[in-house]
């Protein structure tokens, strides 16, 4: 490196402000100044130990091996470069030398020492004597005869050393360590500023993801599990290696993953809570086969998770309480609805049983009349019938508005069953359904109104046969256990669209024509089984079938309960 001229460290200095401006990531820029520091020097290994304010870095690169060692090392006791030089990987005797450089401790008696504080050595095997007592020496143990050690100043709190190592015993003198000195200033600065340009960069990342974050999460108009999708895909733009990074939320069962997800040991991740309690969390990795040593998170990255998963508790436990509330002045509507419609149907149940009683009587008498034409007998009859549908619609309409209770009497399903089934098999044979029976033997008996039953069973054998214009399967079951009896009916028909499942047991509902069904036929099964201390299920598919579970609780014959 003899014979440069002051002007070639000038273009150096300026070369290395140019690289720094470029913003790259510190790995990537300690890198290419290696090189530069290769090419303009012609050492054989560069190492460089850095402290920032909340990472420490070591950096070492020989010019004849393509391996770089990059790593950061978090000290104990804070980030400063004592600790780093006493924890980094240099040659036995460098960590005194680089600590007594750091911290400019030399006297005019220490030999290898510049005005300026930096180290230089032109043979390595000759001790470093700090004092004229040869005890107070140290060896070095290195395969360079050359070595450089020159301090840099970053800030205020920030410092760091550049080692410069040549195999050539005095391949520098000392006027170009002094020389190197002004430019390793100039490093100092560029790293600074390439940190400046770098935080600000990251912060308005951060920001923009917060942003985006909070505008997707703030759109009602699209559901959660839709908003955490797009959650997931904006939080790997915000890390310092986007294309190396993906996100994953897990919310109680439920998981969303970025694009090209794939899990690894090198993650982030912050909880999801809800009222308190860990629900979920927000995790973050880096593709394991395509880490480094530098791919690692910033302590803003942290920052930034943790914040994230905040806000999306908040934005779960808002919604949430929205559902609820809508839920609850939903089930408050229907309740009114309800109550409004059944003192109506009461009310007109009434007024209309007598008259259509007294019609349903005249008819019978006039019926019985020996000299009625053949057409008034058939004119007659079609009175007397729809007297009759008529009747046993205002009963429904008493079922609803609970005007009739249950008669409590011991009651077996099976038994309901077959005899629902004497009055409408010959219809299912006509529809082309086949009916698939699998009762259980010796089914537990319950309390219950076998009337209102056999209602319920006709009811939902209707609707099965109805929903099956092609013809198709009709499977009823029952079955028990020591708390209650289940009844299944299942169609093999037509299904259900979501919108038609949430209306069914709405009174007057239906998607019948009006002479085939009054939208009565479900809530009255509905009130049914709720007036016996049950519940109805189902489950649909459209185009696939329809399946109704009632589940009625099981009660004990009296005998048993009195020897009980």
């Known amino acids: 490196m003899k014979g440069k001229l002051y002007k070639d460290f000038c273009v150096l200095s300026r070369d290395i402000l140019r690289l720094a401006n470029k913003g790259e990531p510190i790995a990537s820029f300690l890198s290419k100044l290696s090189e530069m ?10 190492e460089m130990l850095m402290n920032g304010d909340k990472t420490n870095y ?19 006791t804070g980030f400063n470069i004592e600790e780093l030089i006493k924890s980094a990987p240099l040659d036995n005797g460098l960590n005194e030398i680089c600590l007594r450089v750091c911290n400019d401790d030399k006297t005019p008696e220490m030999r290898g020492f510049t005005r300026n504080g930096s180290f230089w050595t032109g043979d390595s095997i000759k001790p470093v004597r700090f004092s004229r007592d040869t ?15 020159i301090k840099f100043i970053v800030n205020e709190n920030n410092t760091g050393l550049l080692l410069l190592k040549s195999e050539p015993e005095y391949f520098f003198t000392e006027k170009e360590v002094e020389f190197y000195e002004g430019v390793i200033q100039t490093l100092g600065v560029a790293i600074a500023d390439r940190r400046a340009q770098e935080a600000l960069r990251e912060r308005v990342k951060e920001l923009t993801c917060l942003y985006n974050i909070t505008r997707i999460l703030e759109n009602s108009e699209i559901d959660l599990g839709e908003a955490l999708q797009k959650v997931v895909e904006e939080l790997p733009v915000a890390l310092q290696y986007p294309s190396s990074a993906c996100a994953r939320i897990i919310l109680k069962k439920e998981v969303f993953s970025s694009t090209n ?18 629900t979920g969390k927000v995790e973050v990795f880096y593709y394991e086969e395509e ?16 914040a ?44 209309l049983n007598e008259p259509l009683g007294n019609i349903l009587g005249y008819a019978q008498l006039v019926k019985k009349d020996k000299d009625l034409s053949s057409q008034a007998q058939q004119d007659v009859e079609v009175i007397v019938k729809a007297s009759l549908l008529a009747r046993e619609i205002i009963k429904k309409l008493m079922f609803f508005a609970k005007q009739m209770p249950p008669k409590e009497v011991t009651t077996n399903l099976n038994d309901v069953i077959k005899e629902s089934l004497y009055f409408l098999e ?9 009916i698939k029976l699998e009762p259980e033997e010796n089914l537990p008996e319950i309390i219950a109104d076998p009337l209102q039953l056999h209602q319920v069973m006709v009811n939902l054998i209707v609707n099965a046969i109805q929903a099956m214009p092609s013809g198709g399967t009709l499977i009823i079951r029952s079955k028990g256990n020591n708390e209650e009896v289940i009844l299944e009916v299942e169609d093999t028909g037509i299904g259900m669209s979501e919108e038609t499942a949430e209306k069914i047991f709405l009174p007057f509902f239906s998607t019948k ?20 201390g049950g519940k109805i299920e189902f489950k649909t598919t459209k185009g696939k079938g329809t399946v109704f579970k009632i589940i009625l609780p099981r009660v004990l014959n009296k005998e048993k309960n009195n020897d009980e």
């Open 308 to 351: 994230v998963a905040k806000q999306v508790s908040v934005i779960i436990e808002r919604r949430q309480r929205a559902e609820e509330k809508e839920k609850l002045q939903f089930q408050l509507r229907h309740a009114d609805r309800l109550a409004t419609i059944g003192q109506l149907a009461a009310g007109v149940a009434h007024e």
């Open 291 to 306: 880490s480094s040593e530098e791919l690692f998170f910033l302590t803003e990255e942290y920052n930034l998770i943790e």
């Open 37 to 46: 520091l290769f090419i303009f020097s012609g050492v054989d290994e560069i």
């Open 513 to 532: 024509d009006v002479t085939e069904g009054t939208g009565l036929g479900l809530p009255v099964v509905h009130g049914i089984i709720e007036a016996h």
């Open 426 to 434: 010959s219809r299912c044979t006509n529809a082309g359904i086949e």
């Open 58 to 76: 070591y950096w070492m690169k020989r010019k004849s091996d393509d391996n770089i060692i990059f790593k950061r090392i978090n000290g104990k």
């Open 261 to 278: 997800f794939k899990e690894s040991s090198k993650f982030i991740s912050a909880s999801l809570k809800e009222g308190g309690k860990i």
């Open 135 to 149: 005890k107070n020496e140290i060896w070095i143990e290195s395969a360079y005869k050359t070595i450089a050690i």
